[in-house]
């Protein structure tokens, strides 16, 4: 039943896209707690839990015309900025409030990065300032995503960078480096299931772990401190707190 079901998930258009373990997992966990669910209530059910944790967040930017305009001015920082406004402009604003020196005068200057549920953050690689020699790793469950990522990377000649089509939840990156990123996205992972982000985070193989939240509504600057208390328990004391615009940032040592 359940491989019927992730079929009839992967060949709907909006989410054919979608890395199958996330269909996988999302499958299993409504399987199990409805043993009665038919194959098409199923999917229904599925499928909007994926829209809730995948399409909701992407804007459905047009990579094509992204690559073009990265080809034909490949050096003009206010290029990469109108396409990131255009994704998330709030990310934009705390990127220009200098959140990554913020961040790496407490991490050092990394020369590994691995950056979880990326989305479009590595456009913002223009304001990180990391040595040449540096590497990135990014991982999304967004086939089209990963994709124009890694011809992005190839226009900036940042030979030391790639995109994985890869479900971090499902299976962690298992690279050692200097810092991992997980931005805005461990309210989805707990969304998920609860303990998701701690999962991951003690799966990792790296010195420092950043995670973000947006402020806003319940998450004010109390809010997001209330919540990283409860998300790190007793891990939270030994953590930093940076603050960039509207979006925070709780700092782990590994």
């Not at 199958?20 to 409504?30: D, G, L, M, N, Q």
């Not at 490949?74 to 934009?92: G, M, V």
């Not at 990391?130 to 999304?140: Q, T, V």
Request: proline share 2%; hydrophobic share 35%; net charge positive.
């Amino acid at each position: 039943m359940i491989n019927e079901v992730i079929n009839k998930v992967l060949s709907a258009k909006k989410y054919e896209n979608i890395h199958p373990s996330t269909v996988k997992r999302t499958a299993e966990r409504i399987l199990e707690e409805d043993e009665k669910i038919s194959d098409d209530e199923a999917v229904k059910k599925i499928k909007k839990e994926l829209y809730t944790i995948h399409a909701h967040y992407y804007n459905g930017l047009d990579y094509k015309k992204a690559l073009n305009s990265f080809r034909k001015n490949p050096d003009n920082i206010k290029n990469y900025e109108h396409w990131l406004r255009k994704y998330d402009n709030n990310r934009l604003k705390s990127v220009k409030n200098d959140c990554y020196g913020k961040i790496f005068r407490i991490t050092g200057k990394p020369r590994v990065i691995l950056d979880l549920a990326c989305g479009l953050n590595p456009l913002t690689l223009q304001w990180m300032n990391l040595d040449k020699n540096a590497e990135y790793y990014c991982y999304d469950i967004e086939k089209n995503m990963i994709n124009f990522l890694n011809e992005y990377f190839r226009i900036i000649k940042m030979k030391k960078c790639s995109a994985f089509f890869q479900d971090v939840v499902s299976r962690i990156p298992e690279m050692k480096a200097d810092v991992a990123f997980i931005f805005k996205a461990s309210t989805c992972f707990e969304w998920q299931k609860a303990g998701n982000t701690m999962k991951v985070l003690n799966g990792l193989k790296t010195k420092y772990a950043v995670i973000s939240l947006m402020m806003r509504g319940e998450y004010n600057l109390d809010g997001c401190r209330n919540y990283f208390r409860k998300l790190l328990g007793e891990k939270y004391d030994d953590s930093y707190e940076v603050v960039s615009e509207k979006e925070y940032f709780r700092i782990l040592k590994k």
